[in-house]
């Protein structure tokens, strides 16, 4: 059973940085895509970013310019940095996993940003 396990939420400031992990407790190599999506109270999950197996990336209008994604084959991981936080960039955050015969999930990480 594939295994997706987030860590590095928490509280930060406004202007602050986080950077979420998420390992794979199978290979990523043959993934097809990882990304980030995040549900904040009262809405709908939303994707955040998306990295696919060949490196291509694209990322919500609202994070663009603030949030990177990248991953690592050799640690079966994928990263968010995020920088410069906004008070609405408060959310459960939620690593995902695309491949030929389906999508998994993690379990999510909270991120609050507040004063």
């Known amino acids: 059973q594939v295994q997706l396990v987030e860590s590095g939420g928490g509280l930060v400031q406004p202007g602050g940085s986080l950077r979420l992990s998420c390992v794979h407790s199978?290979?990523?190599?043959?993934?097809?895509?990882m990304g980030w999506y995040r549900q904040a109270p009262g809405k709908q999950r939303e994707l955040v970013a998306r990295?696919?197996?060949?490196?291509?990336?694209n990322y919500a209008d609202s994070v663009k310019g603030r949030f990177g994604i990248s991953r690592d084959n050799t640690k079966n991981t994928v990263y968010l940095q995020m920088n410069s936080l906004k008070p609405e960039d408060t959310a459960v955050y939620y690593c995902?996993?695309?491949?030929?015969?389906?999508?998994?999930w993690g379990q999510g990480t909270q991120v609050t940003v507040s004063s």
């Open positions: 990295i696919s197996s060949g490196g291509r990336t």
């Open positions: 199978r290979s990523v190599s043959r993934l097809t895509a």
């Open positions: 995902n996993a695309e491949s030929l015969v389906g999508v998994s």
